[in-house]
């Protein structure tokens, strides 16, 4: 039999296009980190003591160096199979062809279930660290409790901040009560756009499927939520290291398997996101109060 094609080699830069816009999250992606072919890999930390006063007997005072590393280790490694008559796909006109069962797979299951790995295992960590709060947001008071929340990780820059928005928390603040704006009609009188996608130079991103956003997931067949739905999510991108890799996409032809007359599709996915421990206070999460999926 011939040996089948690896399409992620193929056609990397075409795969890694749909995920980013089938994820909202594609924005928190580490770039130039090579986990192919590697499961762990080692993040090297460095500190130093700080000033202490000047004599000017002469001499310096002497400072203290530590280095230490943090291992990380890949852990969400996922795959599916599928079979396709041949009958099918010549008598749907090429809708079950390999492009469009990618390109439907990586849009309605794969880029979610990103998003909400990505989405649980920030929310596990900033509680953990105590940055999470259960409360009902509304008009009168999202955008007193979203500045407060941008507040306690602004010493991070605002450049270097996301803030994912439940769309029950977008149409609360783009109703606040604490407020004034201008509307403007755009495009001709044809459009309104009344979304707030910026505070105080932090970039609001609305999360608009509410089954990505909770604290928690259960992951077997694709992803279901199990924890509490989420108000918000604020993080430093530079507290974590995310990143996604294809490893693998396969199609075999008929003939090149022995599973039955028709096409055989195969898809496997490496991707994980780690909270950097020095820097694990970047992350702040608001929940729904007494809500869960």
């Known amino acids: 039999m011939?040996?089948?094609?690896?399409?992620?080699?193929?056609?990397?830069?075409?795969?890694?296009?749909t995920i980013t816009q089938a994820t909202l999250t594609s924005q928190l992606e580490t770039p130039n980190v090579n986990w192919m072919?590697?499961?762990?890999f080692h993040v090297p930390n460095l500190s130093v003591t700080g000033y202490q006063d000047h004599s000017r007997n002469g001499g310096f005072n002497r400072g203290d160096v530590s280095m230490g590393e943090q291992v990380y280790t890949l852990s969400m490694d996922r795959d599916?199979?599928?079979?396709?008559?041949?009958?099918?796909?010549?008598?749907?006109?090429?809708?079950?062809?390999?492009?469009?069962l990618t390109r439907v797979f990586m849009n309605e299951k794969a880029g979610p279930e990103i998003d909400a790995y990505r989405f649980s295992k920030l929310a596990t960590r900033a509680g953990s660290e105590g940055n999470t709060k259960a409360e009902a947001i509304d008009a009168s008071?999202?955008?007193?409790?979203?500045?407060?929340?941008?507040?306690?990780?602004?010493?991070?820059?605002?450049?270097?901040?996301?803030?994912?928005?439940?769309?029950?928390?977008m149409d609360a603040l783009e109703r606040s009560e604490q407020f004034v704006r201008n509307i403007n009609v755009q495009n001709g009188g044809t459009a309104i756009e009344t979304r707030v996608t910026s505070l105080d130079g932090v970039q609001l991103v609305e999360v608009?499927?509410?089954?990505?956003?909770?604290?928690?997931?259960?992951?077997?067949?694709?992803?279901?939520p199990s924890g509490l739905d989420l108000n918000w999510i604020i993080v430093n991108r530079g507290s974590i290291i995310c990143q996604t890799k294809l490893n693998s996409v396969y199609l075999f032809e008929p003939g090149q398997h022995t599973q039955g007359d028709g096409f055989l599709y195969q898809n496997r996915l490496y991707h994980d996101l780690f909270v950097l421990d020095n820097k694990a206070d970047g992350i702040i999460t608001s929940t729904v109060e007494g809500e869960a999926a």
Do not use: C, M
């Open 80 to 100: 599916v199979e599928f079979f396709v008559d041949r009958a099918d796909v010549d008598e749907s006109n090429q809708v079950a062809s390999a492009g469009n």
């Open 208 to 224: 608009w499927d509410v089954d990505r956003f909770n604290t928690e997931h259960e992951f077997t067949t694709g992803f279901s």
């Open 141 to 169: 008071n999202v955008f007193t409790r979203l500045k407060a929340d941008i507040k306690k990780v602004r010493k991070y820059g605002p450049v270097n901040l996301i803030a994912y928005l439940s769309s029950d928390a």
């Open 37 to 40: 072919g590697a499961k762990t």
């Open 2 to 17: 011939a040996n089948a094609i690896n399409y992620a080699e193929r056609y990397q830069t075409e795969l890694d296009q």
